[in-house]
């Protein structure tokens, strides 16, 4: 099983900073197929790269993802208000698919 | 618009049993593979199930292998996980999502059904 570890747990950012998440992965990830999600308090997760580096549809740009061996980052380049949330990875290269513990991303 | 609504949660005893439904709407139902992802309260996303678009292959966490069952109806947009013999560590809200055109993410989600298994 490939475990997700993802840094920091907490990252506290005010808006209109960049903001970059890590998710680093235990062994290769097939394909790089590792997605993002974001997760806002009591709603459900919502997609925003799949692939490593592809935009979901109706994902604003200030939203990227980059891939680098088993090292994964999600950056934000402009926070905006909205922003602040829960980030997960997840692998689905191999089974089981897994996801990381998640980042918070709060308010400074 | 893709919706996803879960239903069938609820409180249940260990060693229980319970069948959650996930009506599906706003896509070619049958051309998309399908999940289940559950999460504890104040925990991460976990993987629980995966079915693909004719119902041919299913997939399983090990955490529920041999005690939940996944299953689909095409004709009805509908999606069904059977959880026999619960745990209290199943107790999490259980999502059903829309598995993406290029892989196993998951693209759209419902809101999800609360299972909480307690004596």
């Known amino acids: 099983e490939i475990v997700l570890t993802q840094s920091p747990g907490t990252l506290s950012l005010s808006p209109g900073e960049r903001a970059t998440l890590s998710c680093r992965a235990s062994?290769?990830?097939?394909?790089?197929?590792l997605a993002w999600y974001q997760q806002k308090p009591g709603q459900a997760p919502r997609l925003l790269i799949y692939g490593a580096s592809s935009r979901a549809t109706g994902i604003p740009d200030r939203f990227s993802g980059s891939a680098s061996g088993t090292d994964f980052t999600l950056t934000i380049s402009r926070l905006e208000p909205e922003d602040f949330a829960v980030y997960s990875c997840?692998?689905?290269?191999?089974?089981?698919?897994?996801f990381g513990q998640g980042t918070k991303l709060e308010i400074k | 618009e893709v919706q996803m609504l879960e239903s069938g949660g609820g409180l249940v005893q260990p060693g229980g049993s319970l069948r959650l439904s996930c009506a599906a709407s706003?896509?070619?139902?049958?051309?998309?593979?399908m999940t289940w992802v559950r999460q504890a309260p104040g925990k991460g996303l976990q993987w629980v199930s995966a079915?693909?678009?004719?119902?041919?292959?299913?997939f399983y966490a090990d955490s529920v292998k041999g005690r939940f069952t996944i299953s689909r109806d095409n004709s009805k947009n509908m999606v069904y996980l059977q959880m026999n013999s619960l745990r209290a560590d199943d107790t999490a809200l259980y999502y059903c999502a829309k598995v993406g055109r290029y892989g196993y993410y998951f693209d759209f989600w419902g809101q999800g059904t609360l299972v909480t298994v307690s004596s």
């Open positions: 079915i693909s678009g004719s119902g041919g292959t299913t």
């Open positions: 706003g896509f070619t139902f049958s051309t998309y593979a």
């Open positions: 997840q692998q689905y290269g191999s089974l089981p698919y897994t």
């Open positions: 062994q290769s990830v097939s394909s790089n197929f």
